[in-house]
């Protein structure tokens, strides 16, 4: 914000013209600027000293352009902050790394967590299936010895009974295949049941 404080010299340098006088301060504000923001970081430009690089900056200005144009000015005030390109470029690629750096963070952290729930899972399977062929070693063992007591039961009711169902199981289990051979005494103990009554 500017208003004109030396009519004369106003009229002689800028014809009173105000596009013309704009065009003449704002290189002068610009360089200005651009001293100031060299001075200062970032941090402090954007807020830390703002107030007081637009108060120092107003304070120079205003002298040149008094001095140049008549002009006094009232106020100046920076609406964007603007980088050059390379600048631009570098903050950009920066910005870059940094998203890309804790992108290879989360992927770490996952894959870390991923590894931790599938050996969990790997040693819960492996408990269950132990667990599981314990459960049934102890259910078959369990069968067998009542298989063993029901059968013991029932063939202590006739020794006889039992002893030529025992040879027929030893017959099944003898010729299981046609093509089973086995030579014997024709007197021998093992052909005892399959003679025929009273041999």
Request: no cysteine.
């Amino acid at each position: 914000m500017w208003r004109v404080d030396n009519v004369q010299r106003y009229f002689t340098n800028t014809g009173g013209d105000p596009a013309k006088a704009e065009l003449l301060l704002m290189p002068r504000v610009k360089d200005g600027l651009k001293n100031k923001v060299s001075e200062r970081t970032v941090h402090e430009v954007v807020s830390g000293q703002r107030d007081a690089l637009m108060t120092d900056l107003t304070r120079e200005v205003n002298a040149l352009a008094l001095k140049e144009f008549g002009i006094k000015v009232v106020d100046v005030r920076v609406k964007r902050v603007d980088f050059p390109t390379s600048t631009s470029e570098s903050i950009y690629n920066r910005m870059r790394t940094e998203r890309e750096r804790e992108a290879r963070e989360h992927r770490s952290q996952g894959t870390e967590i991923a590894e931790t729930i599938k050996a969990e899972a790997d040693r819960e399977q492996r408990v269950l299936l132990a667990e599981a062929y314990r459960k049934a070693e102890t259910l078959r063992g369990e069968g067998d010895a009542l298989a063993t007591s029901i059968s013991a039961k029932a063939f202590g009711k006739d020794a006889e009974f039992y002893k030529f169902y025992r040879s027929l199981q030893a017959y099944r289990a003898s010729f299981s295949k046609p093509t089973d051979v086995m030579v014997l005494k024709s007197d021998s103990e093992f052909l005892r049941h399959m003679k025929g009554p009273g041999n």
